[in-house]
């Protein structure tokens, strides 16, 4: 059938064709036998003269028709297609599909209209008399399914009625669409809207007229909102939507909120910078009626295969009631975050990171707009930039430049390197061939050089990067050569030593002095170069042992494998009291103290007393092998018993008493299918104490106790459980991690008042899940715990000192409501720890959500409703109270 119309498309065109008359030869032969009046009839013709009069002959100036068709027609059809020579018709039927260049056309019938340059198409009834088959038209990247359409394919006009077609988030359905060109769409009683099924919307914007220019804009005329088809009062006289599948600069739409400490306000304005592909920049702002402000800066970049990051920048400026009142305060507090991943394939011998988290340290306790639980919480901050760089040598050598920052928000003390080098030389066997096993005393000989320089400050918030926080830097670098070899003894030990030689620079050092105006001794700073140098020797001797305990094959317990790993170790460094000084401690001029001018260097000061050490530690690792429920398995199961069992302790020869330190014991295991994490440990004294509470020269059993006084223990107990498949990690709370805060939700969700698109819990288009359901028969879930034990008896207290429990859940009582809960009971305060309910509701194309925290210092409630495409973000109600804070 399709060669057929081919050939009918053939013979059409050839017969037009034929009708065209070609004059050139004729002309000629006219010209040459009746010359023109009045003209003269040459005697002689040279060949110049021929030529010349050859040259003057005229083309045909009429044009050749083109063809009606640009290019091949490609169809098909389930029941026929059929052709009518007559109407110039070609009809498909069933499933019909029809492809011409850029045009493609799929319906329930074709007719193809070759006369009139016409395509049309349209639905068809099924055997229930049910419309079926409508039609889908794309040309290009526009696609458009309505009930009927007819297309000019010369003048790519067309006529659409009931046409649907999506332009990125929005989905937009009219009665009667017509087509100019390929890039203007006029329509007429249209409707738009973000939801998936635009033939029964939760929600719609009904226009009477509208102008569409596909991948740009959107223009309509009045415009009313409606809802569950109910028409609202909300209408727009005329509306602007930008389509751009790029990002595009616009004004971003504060929203109304009040306070009862600063009254009303516009929170989170401001405007989108779409400065380019690879970034942007986004300015936000928040003002209330007393004078409060805030500023926040957030930008985003990315490289392909390069690299990856953002910056938020944030600064507020806090008042609290009206000037004169008794409660009236004032302050301004700022956060920095940064953070920078390069691709590691980009250039594998070259890495640079940034993870940046400064700021005010009671920032997130006030600030209006963070409202984050889990850094309210929490009392440290921490950034680190690092770069590194490998240089493939032989032997190779590896270069790190890092700047670390550490604030505790409590103390509001920070430490910061700025920066810190480190330098290294991979292993050298001197002793070895260059190929073959490095085997024995001689051939394992390897040496190593270690450079590591900082400048350490420490500072307080108030100070921070003001002139004394520099003056206060203490700078130093460490080198360090260690040499070292490992051999076998017997057979089966496995024996290592080493020496190890340090050599400390610094550029201050201290003098004690006494000062009679303080009546006190003062450390004197001294600058200039100061080194001292230090050396040292360990040994140690270690093996693995393996036990295996069968109860046999058809025991359920087959058989338990117990692996210990004893290790002895020794350890020198002599005594450098050369270093050390004395001064006078009382003004009288006897100088009995010793000191070393090196104390309170950031490498440490060389010893004053020898250490001669002997250490004792013992691993452990039990594992069992059982029978494997499912009886299709030969192999037996692995089931770990307990990860590890560790004791350790050490004994010192040079000293006079006290020689045994204190018996550390720790393990660990995993339960529930590696779900809960187990981890305990325990310090043991052998000596006794006196009344006041110091360690004696005596056994404790001689003392009427026990072999060991346990002077400490503490065990935690994490449980991580998610219903289903998947692993619990993927709730991962990353935004409270990179605050401070933990990654899970022990201690609540983060809530970014300036971002309320996020939901609270995991949404279900990422696991794949439809919520088509009222009522489900598997109830998913996730549940957190943390469980914390500490018991002291330094001093015969026998107490336990903390002893608390956590706990967070989130489930799905339908596949449209979540609820969550983080709460916790400390059993030594006697009280609730922090606790917030947490409660959503999918709408389909909208989202609500309530959170609530009833009591504690963080009281506060939130409930807000909003259309959940970025498109329509601005068309949201939110509404909280945030906790009333004394500024201080």
Known sequence: MQRNLFYIVFLTIFLTLGNVKIYSQDLAKKKETFPAKNQTTPKTTTPETAEKKQDTIKLDSLKKKKTFLDGKVKYKADKYAKIDQKKKLVTLYDKAELYYQDIELKSGIIVFDYQKNEVYAGRIKDSAGVYTQSPVFKQGSQVVEPDSIRFNYKTKKALVWNSRTEQGEMHIKAEVTKKENDSVYFMKRARFTTAKDIDNPEYYFQASRVKLVPGKKVVVGLTNMVIADVPTPIALPFAFFPMSEKSRSGLIIPSYNDSNTRGFSLQNGGYYFALSDNYDLAVLGDYYTNGSYAMRFQSSYAKRYKFNGNVNVRFENLITSERGYPDYAKTSIYNIQWTHTKDAKSNPNSRFSASVNLGTSKYYRQSINQMNIGSTLNNTLSSS?????????????????????????????INMTLPTLQFSVDRMYPFAPKDGVKKGLVKNINLQYNLKAENRIATKDSLFFKPQMFRDAKLGFQHSIPLSTNFKVFKFF??????????????KTIRKQFSDSQNKVVDVEVPGFDAFRTYSFSAGLGTTIYGTFNFGENKKIQAIRHVVRPNISYSYTPSFSKYYDTYDADGSGTMIKEYTRFDGGIFGAPGKNMSNNIGFSLSNTFEAKVTDKDSTKTEAKKVMLLNNLNFSTSYDITADSLRWSPMRVSGGTQLFKQKMNVNFAATLDPYAINNAGQRINTWNIDNGGSLFRMTSANMTLNYAFKSGEGDSKDKENQQGKRNGGRTDDLFGTNTDLSNRQDSQFKEDEETGEKATEFFKYKLPFDMNLAYSLTYSNNKREKKITGNSLMISMNTDLTPKWKIGVSTGYDMVQKGVTFTQFRFERDLDSWRMDFSWVPFGTNTYWSFFIGIKSGVLSDIKWDKRNQPDRTLR
């Open 385 to 413: 930039i690092s770069y590194s760089k490998t240089f493939n040598t032989v032997p190779q050598m590896n270069l790190s430049l890092t700047a670390t920052h550490s604030q505790n928000t409590n103390t509001e003390e």
């Open 494 to 507: 496995s024996a290592t030593s080493s020496i190890n030689y340090n050599e400390v620079w610094y550029f």
